[in-house]
């Protein structure tokens, strides 16, 4: 997994409007990424619902938000209209990026051993620096832990 202090990888990927959106077009802004299994399953849609309802306060403070998942960009556009998220997602149908960031490969899940994606999210900077990774996401409870993460951050670079 990328950690703290490392650099955002190359991407190129499309939004839910088949806009691209890549690691360059993203110098000069804040934002997060956060990595998720699939979308319309019962922990990605607590998940992002709960990134969704604290949306306004994350963009308050600065923060573009992407969800990135191997779902296709018109599962992405359903997932947005049906529970109305004001942020875009990102179609990683080949892995490249959820590979870049080390977030696929072997987890629990129900008891058995799978392959998928590892919930996880970056805070990057504008010059494109990871500045926080939350690695332990509560489904429920992501939005504050976003929240959390990015007050944590402006108090640091504070002092």
Same mark, same amino acid.
């Given at each position: 997994?990328?950690?703290?202090?490392?650099?955002?990888?190359?991407?190129?990927?499309?939004?839910?409007?088949?806009?691209?959106?890549?690691?360059?077009?993203?110098?000069?802004?804040?934002?997060?990424?956060?990595?998720?299994?699939?979308?319309?399953?019962?922990?990605?849609?607590?998940?992002?619902?709960?990134?969704?309802?604290?949306?306004?306060?994350?963009?308050?403070?600065?923060?573009?938000?992407?969800?990135?998942?191997? #779902?296709?960009?018109? =599962?992405?556009?359903?997932? +947005? $209209? *049906?529970?109305?998220?004001?942020?875009?997602?990102?179609?990683?149908? @080949?892995?490249?990026l959820i590979n870049a960031f080390g977030v696929w490969g072997p987890k629990t899940f129900m008891g058995r051993e799978i392959i998928g994606v590892?919930?996880?999210?970056?805070?990057? #900077?504008?010059?494109? =620096?990871?500045?926080?990774? +939350? $690695? *332990?996401?509560?489904?429920?409870?992501?939005?504050?832990?976003?929240? @959390?993460?990015?007050?944590?951050?402006?108090?640091a670079s504070a002092y």
């Amino acid at each position: 997994m990328l950690q703290v202090n490392d650099m955002v990888p190359n991407f190129n990927l499309q939004d839910e409007n088949e806009n691209w959106i890549s690691n360059e077009s993203l110098l000069g802004k804040k934002y997060i990424l956060f990595f998720y299994p699939k979308d319309d399953s019962p922990g990605c849609t607590k998940e992002a619902c709960s990134v969704r309802d604290q949306y306004k306060y994350i963009s308050k403070l600065g923060y573009t938000v992407f969800g990135v998942s191997p #779902d296709k960009v018109k =599962k992405h556009k359903k997932f +947005i $209209d *049906k529970y109305e998220f004001q942020y875009s997602l990102l179609a990683d149908t @080949e892995k490249e990026l959820i590979n870049a960031f080390g977030v696929w490969g072997p987890k629990t899940f129900m008891g058995r051993e799978i392959i998928g994606v590892y919930r996880s999210t970056y805070i990057v #900077d504008e010059t494109g =620096k990871i500045t926080a990774l +939350i $690695d *332990k996401v509560k489904t429920k409870d992501h939005g504050n832990q976003i929240l @959390e993460a990015i007050q944590t951050r402006a108090e640091a670079s504070a002092y």
